[in-house]
């Protein structure tokens, strides 16, 4: 819009600008600077905040996450519900803050597990942008089994093998349990970390032999990333 000053050497201009938001309420900013340059007028940045969501699952263990979004005042009052999963591991809500220091909201995470669990979680109220659902870990330690030649040979009919992680984070399962036997003779277990550099872990092994005996071995402490057991060293 041209405007035509009295004083050619008056150049800055102010205007008014009126937000209708949807929720009914309206929020007036004013801005000046010099009229011969462009006016970009974007919602004030302290009256949103941007919440991006994103699904951590390191495990390939979730089916779907449901995540309701609220006011932190509110949390019984959904304002968004979000889905994620292996299709779309991330998304957005954004929420109108009353004062510009009302930046916390409230989420709540419902996880449907691919093996047909469903874990809901409490409402939790937080003040950070970035919301991480799902399983938080510093890493992923992977360790292969293998047997070294057949239990045949050994005179063995099935082994029972048994690892444990002793940093496994509070909600992650530290310990399994695989019996090895005909061509089964390898697996790979994955447990998540806390901390990268904590890689050790323990294996205890148990042979059972065609004559009906037994012999364990363990527990024993390594690091190794591929385990391999002789069924003929004992």
């Known amino acids: 819009m041209p405007i035509r000053p009295k004083d050619p050497r ?5 205007i008014a600008a009126t937000f209708f938001y ?34 951590a699952d390191i495990l390939d263990r979730y089916k ?35 004062q510009p220091q009302d930046v916390n909201y409230a989420y709540r995470a419902t996880s449907f597990l691919k093996d047909g669990s469903i874990q809901e979680g409490a409402w939790v109220t937080t003040d950070n942008p970035l919301l991480i659902v799902g399983d938080r870990a510093a890493g992923v330690l992977t360790v292969r089994v293998m047997l070294l030649g057949t239990l045949a040979e050994a005179a063995t009919r099935m082994a029972k093998v048994e690892l444990s992680y002793p940093d496994a984070p509070a909600w992650a399962d530290p310990h399994t349990e695989q019996l090895l036997q005909g061509t089964a003779t390898e697996f790979t277990w994955r447990v998540p ?4 550099d904590a890689t050790s872990y323990t294996y205890k092994v148990t042979w059972f032999r065609n004559d009906g005996k037994h012999v364990t071995v363990g527990p024993q402490t390594t690091s190794d990333e591929i385990l391999l057991l002789d069924p003929l060293a004992t």
């Open 193 to 196: 970390m806390t901390r990268p």
């Open 64 to 98: 779907r996450v449901t995540v309701q979004l609220a006011r932190a005042a509110q949390p019984s009052d959904v304002k968004q519900t979000v889905n994620l999963g292996p299709d779309n591991s991330s998304g957005r809500w954004a929420f109108r803050r009353t």
């Open 22 to 55: 949807a929720d009914g309420a309206t929020d007036i900013v004013t801005q000046r600077h010099d009229g011969g340059e462009p006016f970009v007028i974007n919602q004030p940045p302290d009256t949103t905040t941007i919440v991006d969501l994103t699904l």
């Open 10 to 14: 008056a150049r800055d201009v102010t």
